[in-house]
């Protein structure tokens, strides 16, 4: 969970199972507390349900909380470092691209004229250098926004921050897409490509989410 909506709509979805008699989730420790009639619904009911909001969830009993919130913690902690490690691998050479070589530089510089060479016309080295760098970013490493877009639409039918990280940054993905398609085919420059935004964009978020898992990772151990 990564903010407010998520909390809410965790407790919309398992509130309105049958036999539910309480929830309350906390967004620091990432657990919620569900009090149910196990006559009328099992505790793999609630996690189907909750998984399929596109939220993770585990069975622990009581005296055990802490130490799985530590484990879940270190979890997160690895899976955020490792995908914003791998994000920022294309993000860097996208921002010396688009930002540094492009904007920077003189147009008669070694640097500028090769990322400017035209492939075939309206084809530029730039344009495919940063379609193969952005593809990767926005569905390999992003698919996990889109997942919880999805889910977070279908079962609880709200949308979250997974969806607004989803279609900003496939509008600026699929815009730079179908530019680089219109200038091929056209063979003139039909626009400016903005792959670099989506790619910064699911990096920076993927920091964030990492360096907010390593802030509440700090806070369980007190």
């Known amino acids: 969970m990564t903010c407010a909506s ?4 965790v407790e919309r979805v398992v509130a309105e199972l049958q036999g539910v008699e309480s929830v309350s989730v906390s967004l ?18 609630l996690i189907t349900a909750i998984t399929d909001a596109g939220f993770s969830a585990s069975p622990s009993l ?3 909380n802490q130490n799985v919130a530590q484990e879940r913690s270190l979890k997160e902690l690895a899976d955020y470092r490792k995908s914003a490690t791998i994000a920022f691998a294309f993000a860097l050479p996208a921002v010396i691209i688009s930002m540094i070589i492009e904007m920077a ?4 510089n070694p640097a500028r004229q090769a990322v400017d060479y035209e492939i075939a016309p309206g084809l530029t080295v730039r344009a495919l250098v940063m379609v193969f760098l952005a593809t990767p970013v926005q569905f390999w490493i992003g698919g996990r926004f889109y997942r919880g877009a999805w889910k977070s639409l279908r079962y609880a039918k709200s949308a979250n921050m997974d969806v607004l990280v989803a279609l ?6 699929f815009y730079s897409l ?7 085919v056209s063979g003139k420059m039909a626009g400016h490509e903005y792959f670099e935004t989506s790619v910064l964009l699911i990096f920076f978020i993927l920091l964030g989410k990492y360096l907010e898992s390593y802030a509440k990772g700090k806070l369980e151990k007190l």
């Open 168 to 173: 900003g940054t496939s509008a600026a993905y």
């Open 105 to 108: 530089l003189p147009e008669d």
């Open 28 to 45: 620091l420790t990432n657990m919620a507390v569900i009090k149910h009639a196990p006559s009328a619904i099992g505790v793999r009911s």
């Open 6 to 9: 998520c909390v809410a709509s």
């Open 178 to 184: 179908y530019t680089v398609i219109a200038s091929a």
């Open 62 to 64: 009581p005296s055990d």
